[in-house]
């Protein structure tokens, strides 16, 4: 007789494996469906490998610079094997951590593929899973809920696929054994900026296209055009309103060629690889959701403000329903579906309230909405900024372009947002989050003591700022 469960999960990324962790929490017998490696797409070929190669490029950026600060680096050379091997190290150890968090749970983790069967008679209506194990044999579990943590994968461009060798994904990205000379980055979203920036750093030539008028779109737009300014700065392409179209592409003269509409001329743009960031699909396929009443919209699974699908005991979390495809979202969306399934009552996630980051250099992080949503929603708006160079902590770290910008109601006072460009302030968001969930007013996070010296300080005299009281500004 197979082991009893009260909840299956697909998938042990972040989503997935941090539900587990909360249903044991809550008493449920909990197992985890995994066909690769516990810790998914943001452990082992997202956020934490791509976070630790930008450390690198960072680190070597400011060694480049190490005469400034009397630190003479001559014969300073890169040397990206080891900032792979650096990688993996981080990755192996967060990976065991996984594991031993899983252990400590008493969370059964099942190596293999798992596909919803639908109802079955063990389970009228839960619906079994068959597991097909990586050893070969089977295995038919009948949980009371199924959980769909299964995440997502890079789209490719229609007509461009990934061939592995020059049009590449940020999948193979983190695993290229040289630097290119050049690279046409497709896609100026996230992705796109951080790889931009990093390549930036290793002394690769950058051109970035994005669709749209800007990049990093759903960033307020002086953040967005700040973070094109200083791309511009460190001599990487930014061409915006640019179409490349997919049809053209050849390989010619040992470089990827491609032709593009870029404000209405026509270009050829050549490099020695093509690194296409059009963002990430939900991996849908070949989970069984035909067995299920289980619907989709825009290829991502449907689910409600507490993650249910339209089937009964069928929930769906993390980058396989679409929205924000972030890894701390998916764990929040694991932790309320946990919640839910356990009968205890949960708020659902209020996802204005999550901060954004990018982790270029510099680094851009944001919560609420931005000025022009703002307005859009008919808030009388007020909009303060400060300048990092007037911050004395960034002068001393060397790293001092950007500003915070805080976005206000004149007439309630409320919040509406705040958006930072700038050293660490993808650490720094975390304070404005909070005063998000608190609704604290600016003045009360200006009133706020913030240490001296240090980074946090922006954001205290932006706040001030938004109230004509900055002290330094
Ligand atoms: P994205 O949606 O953030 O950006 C994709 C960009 O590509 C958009 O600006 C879009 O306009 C552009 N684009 C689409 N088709 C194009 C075309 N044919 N030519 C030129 N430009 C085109 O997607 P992403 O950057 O690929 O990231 C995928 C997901 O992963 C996002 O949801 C992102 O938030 C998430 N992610 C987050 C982080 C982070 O939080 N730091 C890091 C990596 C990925």
Not at 41 to 48: E, M, V
Not at 271 to 279: F, K, N, P, Q, S
Request: contains cysteine; hydrophobic residues 45%.
């Amino acid at each position: 007789m197979a082991e009893a469960f009260d909840v299956v999960i697909l998938g042990g990324g972040t989503g997935g494996y941090v539900a587990a962790i909360r249903g044991a929490q809550l008493g449920l017998r909990v197992a985890v469906v995994e066909r690769e490696k516990l810790g998914g797409t943001c452990l082992h070929r997202g956020c934490i490998p791509s976070k630790a190669l930008l450390r690198s490029a960072e680190v070597y950026a400011t060694a480049k610079e190490g005469s400034a600060f009397g630190v003479m680096t001559e014969g300073l050379a890169f040397d990206l094997g080891r900032a792979m091997e650096r990688k993996g190290k981080i990755v192996e150890q967060l990976h065991k951590g996984v594991q031993y968090l899983m252990g400590k749970h008493q969370i059964t983790i099942i190596d293999g593929h798992g596909r919803i069967m639908g109802p079955s008679i063990f389970s009228p209506t839960a619906g079994a899973v068959r597991v097909e194990r990586k050893d070969g044999e089977s295995e038919i579990i009948t949980p009371r809920f199924t959980v769909i943590a299964t995440g997502s994968r890079p789209r490719p461009l229609s007509g461009l696929p990934f061939d592995a060798g020059r049009v590449i994904s940020s999948d193979e990205a983190l695993e290229l054994r040289t630097l290119p000379k050049s690279i046409l980055i497709i896609g100026g979203g996230v992705i796109g900026v951080e790889w931009a920036s990093m390549f930036a750093d290793f002394g690769v030539e950058v051109t970035v296209v994005e669709a749209l008028p800007r990049i990093l779109f759903q960033e307020d737009e002086e953040i967005a055009n700040e973070m094109a300014r200083l791309l511009k700065k460190r001599r990487v392409k930014v061409l915006v309103d640019a179409a490349v179209d997919a049809q053209t592409y050849r390989v010619a003269d040992g470089q990827a060629m491609i032709e593009a509409m870029v404000r209405g001329a026509a270009q050829t743009l050549a490099a020695d690889l093509i690194l296409v960031a059009v963002g990430r699909q939900p991996n849908i396929d070949d989970i069984g959701l035909e067995a299920t009443r289980v619907e989709l919209a825009h290829g991502a699974i449907v689910v409600d403000s507490h993650l249910r699908t339209k089937e009964k005991t069928i929930y769906a979390i993390g980058d396989v329903v679409g929205g924000m495809q972030l890894a701390h979202v998916a764990a929040h969306e694991g932790i309320l579906a946990m919640e839910t399934i356990a009968g205890a009552s949960s708020d659902p996630l209020h996802y204005e309230q999550i901060a954004r980051c990018t982790y270029g250099r510099p680094e851009v992080a944001s919560v609420g909405i931005t000025e022009a949503q703002a307005r859009e929603r008919g808030h009388a708006v007020k909009t303060a900024k400060f300048q990092f160079r007037a911050i004395g902590k960034a002068l001393v770290y060397g790293e001092a372009d950007g500003f915070v910008k805080v976005v206000a109601d004149s007439e309630t006072n409320d919040l509406l947002g705040v958006h930072m460009i700038g050293p660490h302030v993808t650490d720094l968001i975390a304070e404005a989050a909070l005063a998000h969930v608190l609704d604290a007013a600016p003045f009360e996070i200006g009133r706020t003591i913030h240490p001296h010296p240090t980074l946090s300080e922006a954001l205290g005299e932006a706040a001030l700022a938004a109230d004509g009281l900055a002290i330094h500004g």
